[in-house]
């Protein structure tokens, strides 16, 4: 195990796509259909044995009807389906788990999954741990740094500052204000109008920041792309808009909720917990037996 990298796990997205495109006929004690939390263990089990972290943890989201970034725009994520009592049971299922084998996982009641990344980011930064940020979220690759991975890890597509400045020409702490500029349709953030991610990208790469292209957005008609007084009038005409995409599109690397102290805590596997959440999911002697001794080879930290 490499000691000084930490792990850190954007878990929605693998357990809505194993809801999604896994086929396991498995069923819970009560004859609910749990294939995203089959196709998440099955995940997790991989990443586990293949990599072997020495630090991982796990962030969740909630479904929040009041989160900061709510607060600060009603119309953010209006479009997301609400969650349904199926996909709850997934995530209720997967995080006890997670509990049982004393691996940490987490979420906040007020801020994203990014926001709880970003924070053990910057926290584990401070203690010179390079990142792997186990995702498929474009967003947190504004989080990477010299040292770091964003990783796409069931496609096997990894991110450095290196690999992505090389493919697209601006650096990975651009993101935020590139999707500031262009918007994010899948979040329902408002970018400029006329401006996509490849024009953000060109102002970005000359300007650097959407503070110096204010500062110089009366040159902005003079750079080689189309309709570039168009475009100049159109930033100048949605400031606040761009402003408001910017404090949107920026994840947070602050929140009190993140507790990163506890990733670095060692935690014993809850044998009476663990029992349970088998039981109730159906695993056989075999599959705990298997998920006991790679958690004992890992960590070597469980009790009776």
């Not at 935020?176 to 400029?192: C, E, H, M, R």
């Not at 300007?207 to 750079?223: L, N, R």
């Amino acid at each position: 195990m490499k000691n000084n990298i930490a792990w850190l796990v954007d878990s929605n997205i693998y357990v809505y796509e194993a809801w999604q495109y896994c086929k396991s006929p498995q069923v819970d004690y009560k004859g609910r259909e749990i294939k995203g939390v089959i196709g998440f263990l099955y995940f997790v089990y991989q990443l586990l044995s293949k990599e072997r972290p020495a630090i991982i943890a796990f962030a969740f989201d909630e479904k929040l009807k009041n989160s900061h970034r709510k607060i600060l725009y009603p119309k953010y994520k209006i479009d997301r389906k609400p969650l349904s009592a199926e996909l709850a049971l997934q995530f209720n299922y997967c995080r006890t788990f997670l509990d049982s084998l004393g691996l940490y996982q987490s979420s906040s009641h007020y801020y994203e999954a990014d926001d709880l990344i970003g924070t053990w980011v910057s926290d584990l930064r401070q203690q010179d741990y390079r990142l792997n940020i186990i995702t498929a979220d474009k967003d947190l690759l504004q989080l990477v740094e010299e040292g770091d991975h964003w990783w796409s890890y069931q496609k096997n597509y990894k991110q450095t500052v290196k690999s992505f400045h090389k493919r697209f020409r601006i650096y990975p702490s651009q993101v935020a204000d590139q999707l500031a500029l262009a918007g994010d349709k899948s979040d329902n953030i408002p970018g400029v109008p006329g401006i996509g991610m490849s024009t953000a990208a060109k102002l970005l790469r000359k300007y650097g920041s959407i503070e110096e292209i204010f500062k110089q957005q009366a040159t902005i008609h003079k750079m080689q792309i189309r309709y570039a007084k168009k475009v100049q009038d159109a930033i100048a005409e949605h400031h606040d808009r761009i402003q408001l995409a910017q404090q949107l599109s920026v994840i947070k690397c602050d929140i009190d909720e993140a507790n990163t102290a506890d990733i670095l805590q060692q935690r014993a596997i809850d044998q009476s917990a663990f029992r349970d959440i088998c039981q109730q999911l159906g695993l056989t002697t075999e599959q705990q037996r298997e998920w006991t001794a790679l958690i004992d080879q890992l960590y070597s930290h469980s009790s009776q």
